[in-house]
Every structure is written in structure tokens, then in C-alpha cells.
């Protein structure tokens, strides 16, 4: 006998399959050399336009992903972005993660709680890149927390509901932009993360704005490549960095 399927729930199978096929078009690598020529761009809102975000989001319009920079002061940003060209904006912090399909924040870690009070609502289910570093001299106690909780996790704790991602946060940004798409072997980038689908979106990124990414694991990993471990500082090729860190090849 023939089932009949109400046609409602063959709609919504439907849309649930194509969603899932755009998904993976959008947000993974397309061939096996790593590159997405041909997949579509993403929209990046960045929080905290100084000189990470700067760079890295430069790399990005460069790789043809429209971005969208913010500050506590946007009307400082309009020469980056009219260096930038067409695929780059700036305004608020609020505009850049409503425009944004990920965001990424490169602000003193000292910003970090702040930034989930003001938008945790706002960013919970984004992919979440976070470049932040914890500097005692600069952000105070909760240096002291990361160094007891490891930095994925204290991160995770204040963005509450984003999927959050640990990435371009070992190098400094004259090093990212001397290095970027250099020539084979290229810099590698370790990312650590919880949900697989945002490490998969930041490795594309990575490879995007030209260098190599590296999965370390977990956020609870992210410690191996905090300031002061084994991981951070390390100008190397991924083969390298997997050798110092002791990861599969």
C-alpha cells in the first residue's frame, strides 16, 4: 500500500535538504586542494577594526567576502574602508553582527565580558571567530582566570550561546600580512572549536585569507596555543606546527 505523506511534511523535507546542501556550499571546502573558487562568499561582521581585525579582514574582502567593520568609533574606520574597496562598510557593533553570517572579534580581552552582556543575545547561534588574547597588564583579573580555565573555555563562558571558534591569535598582525598566501609551504593557523560545522567554516577562512589551518581539537585545546604555550608565537608551516604540538599528521 501507498503512504501518503501529507504534502506539508514533503515541503519541509524538501526545504530541510536543499537548506542543508546550501549550508555545506557556503561554509566548506570544494575541492581537495582546500581552495572555494567557486563556492559563495560569506558575510563577516568584525568587532574591533585595530590592527587583527584590520588585517584580517582586509585579507578577506581580498579573497571576495564582503565584511563589515565596527568600533566604539565607526567614523574612524571610513579610510580602511575606502582602502578596502566595495566589499567593506563600517558602522556599530550592532549593525556588524546583524550583517554578518560570522563574526569575528579581535578586541582586548578585557572587552570580552562586556561584549557578551551587551549582545550574547545577538550573537547565540552565530559562528563566532575569537582572536583575543589575555594580558595581565593590560586586562586585569580575568588574565588570571584564563590562565586557570584555559582561554577557549573562559571565552565560551562569557559569549554564552555562540559557536565559538579560537583562531588567528598566536602571530602578530605584521606577520599575517607579510605572510599571507605566500607561497607553499604556507603559515599555519592553529583553530580549535566544539561544534564542527563552525571549525569547518573557520578553516575555510583561514585557507581564504591564505595561510593553513590547523585543528588542535576542543576549546578546552585552545590553551595549547594561548599566549605563553607551546602553540602561540610559532611562525611555521602546518607540518611544522603539528610536529610541535604532537598532532596526527
Same mark, same amino acid.
Given at each position: ?95 556588524? %553582527? =546583524?550583517?554578518? *553570517?560570522?563574526?569575528?572579534? !579581535? /578586541?582586548?580581552?578585557?572587552? #570580552?565580558?562586556?561584549? @557578551?552582556? +551587551? ?71 592553529? %583553530? =580549535?572549536?566544539? *561544534?564542527?560545522?563552525?571549525? !569547518? /567554516?573557520?578553516?575555510?577562512? #583561514?585557507?581564504?585569507? @591564505?595561510? +593553513? ?37
Amino acid at each position: 500500500m501507498v503512504e501518503h505523506v501529507p504534502i506539508d511534511l514533503r515541503r519541509r523535507a524538501l526545504l530541510g535538504a536543499a537548506g542543508a546542501l546550501i549550508v555545506q556550499g557556503v561554509l566548506l571546502p570544494t575541492t581537495a586542494s582546500g581552495q572555494t573558487t567557486f563556492a559563495p562568499k560569506i558575510k563577516i561582521g568584525v568587532i574591533g577594526a585595530g590592527h587583527i581585525g584590520g588585517t584580517i579582514g582586509g585579507l578577506w574582502t581580498k579573497a571576495g567576502h564582503a565584511v563589515f567593520f565596527s568600533s566604539r568609533h565607526p567614523e574612524e574606520l571610513q579610510d580602511l574602508v575606502a582602502h578596502l574597496g566595495p566589499l567593506a562598510q563600517a558602522g556599530t557593533v550592532d549593525q556588524a %553582527i =546583524a550583517f554578518g *553570517d560570522v563574526v569575528f572579534i !579581535a /578586541v582586548p580581552y578585557g572587552a #570580552v565580558p562586556q561584549i @557578551g552582556r +551587551d549582545y550574547s543575545k545577538s550573537l547565540a547561534g552565530k559562528i563566532v571567530l575569537d582572536a583575543n588574547n589575555a594580558v595581565a597588564s593590560r586586562d586585569g583579573a580575568i588574565a588570571e582566570e584564563v590562565e586557570r580555565n584555559g582561554i577557549g573555555v573562559t571565552s565560551q563562558k562569557y559569549l554564552p550561546g555562540a559557536r565559538l571558534v579560537r583562531v588567528f591569535n598566536t602571530l602578530s598582525y605584521m606577520i599575517f600580512e607579510r605572510e599571507a598566501n605566500r607561497p607553499a609551504p604556507r603559515l599555519a593557523v592553529p %583553530i =580549535a572549536g566544539d *561544534d564542527h560545522q563552525a571549525v !569547518a /567554516v573557520a578553516a575555510r577562512l #583561514v585557507r581564504d585569507a @591564505g595561510f +593553513d589551518p590547523v585543528e588542535v581539537g576542543k576549546l578546552t585545546d585552545a590553551s595549547r596555543f594561548q599566549r605563553g604555550a607551546p602553540g602561540y608565537g610559532q611562525n611555521v608551516s602546518a607540518a611544522e606546527l603539528r610536529q610541535k604540538l604532537s598532532l596526527a599528521p
